[in-house]
């Protein structure tokens, strides 16, 4: 990850909130609690305004949400105390999204495929729950009292105003002026966690091909190969981390023909070592080394920036050198307006082949 979001906090965090109470002080509670009823929610009352709304609504979306917390309440309270120790521990785990990304050893997180047969029928029905949640966030009830989330979308970019997408660096994010917005991508994918699909630190604007054609389901917290050993844990960025990294590129290319430059003559490295794990992670989940290495590779990209440096020094009669200077100081300001942090450590590549010795001095 290139650089990292600040969060922004919003009224739509309400909505963990509501499921943080609906979760422990309602499913944990149940064998204790006794039959289920409107009752259980007076101890929150803005989210007992919302249960009973709910129950007196007969649409889609209010018996999704009402039915499927009834259910599960009922699943919970007949689960032995040991049960339900165990689901609260993932809870938490699953909703440290930070810990997660860190791959702290203490933070023990779970996925459907871990549930033990024995909660099976609390696990098919959570699934059902948390997966489509995201997508029920505009029933009424729930409108009135955490927003929307195309409001969350513009008040986060007044904020984030980079512009572009931190996970790959190429494409633009669509901002507070513009009328649509891009999608929130599920860090922990919804489809393999339960517990988070609302937690707003699981949820991070992405562009599309990062979102849609790359990470799509994968799960950045295991490796590919045989994701179900404890062991294939990795480290992942974490998006909204207060300690951002500085990530160093270096390329180095194999051939000095840039006019048949292909993928496998180019070299890319990254730093800096600290993070290495989280590099790695980072680089598999988004297709990093493909995506740049086409882009060195394109017409309108790569071979375009060493022609802008041959035409600058025999249109303008701009020393290569200084064009390079002006670069450098160029990305160390604006690293990702027009792809600078990958455009320097490629014409650096190409200097340290030689492409520029054969040119003539600059006549004063």
Same mark, same amino acid.
């Given at each position: ?37 409107? =009752? ?16 007196? =609504? ?10 499927? /917390? ?106 507070? =002026? ?25 949820? /991070? ?30 480290? /992942? ?63 309108? =990209? ?6 802008? /440096? ?55």
């Amino acid at each position: 990850m290139l650089f990292a979001y600040t969060y922004v906090p919003h009224k739509m965090e309400k909505m963990q909130e509501f499921i943080d109470y609906i979760f422990h002080n309602v499913w944990c509670s149940a064998p204790t609690n006794g039959a289920y009823s409107l =009752d259980i929610y007076n101890g929150y009352p803005e989210l007992c305004e919302v249960m009973t709304a709910f129950h007196y =609504d007969d649409s889609k979306g209010a018996e999704f949400f009402s039915g499927h /917390v009834e259910r599960i309440y009922h699943l919970f309270a007949a689960l032995l105390p040991a049960q339900i120790a165990q689901l609260s521990s993932w809870y938490q785990a699953n909703n440290d999204i930070e810990r997660v990304c860190a791959n702290d050893p203490t933070t023990q997180i779970v996925r459907y495929a871990d549930f033990p047969v024995a909660l099976r029928d609390v696990k098919e029905q959570i699934e059902e729950f948390f997966k489509k949640l995201y997508s029920r966030l505009d029933i009424a009830a729930l409108k009135a009292k955490i927003g929307k989330i195309d409001d969350h979308y513009k008040t986060f970019m007044e904020t984030n105003k980079v512009g572009k997408c931190p996970f790959c660096g190429l494409n633009d994010l669509l901002g507070k =002026d513009h009328g649509n917005r891009d999608a929130y991508d599920h860090y922990l994918p919804k489809a393999i966690y339960p517990f988070n699909s609302i937690n707003f630190k699981n949820l /991070v604007p992405a562009c599309h091909h990062c979102n849609s054609s790359y990470k799509t389901s994968k799960d950045p917290a295991y490796t590919p190969k045989d994701p179900t050993r404890t062991a294939n844990r990795r480290a /992942v960025f974490y998006p909204y981390t207060t300690s951002p990294h500085a990530l160093d590129i270096h390329i180095e290319l194999r051939t000095s023909d840039i006019e048949k430059l292909t993928r496998t003559d180019i070299n890319l490295t990254f730093g800096p070592a600290a993070v290495n794990e989280q590099i790695e992670t980072w680089k598999d989940v988004y297709g990093i080394e493909e995506r740049y290495e086409a882009k060195l590779c394109t017409e309108s =990209d790569g071979k375009a920036w060493l022609a802008q /440096v041959f035409d600058e020094w025999k249109e303008l009669g701009r020393d290569p050198k200084d064009f390079l200077e002006t670069l450098a100081l160029n990305t160390r300001n604006y690293p990702f307006t027009d792809c600078n942090f990958l455009k320097k450590p490629f014409l650096d590549a190409c200097q340290a082949k030689g492409l520029f010795d054969a040119l003539p001095p600059v006549q004063s």
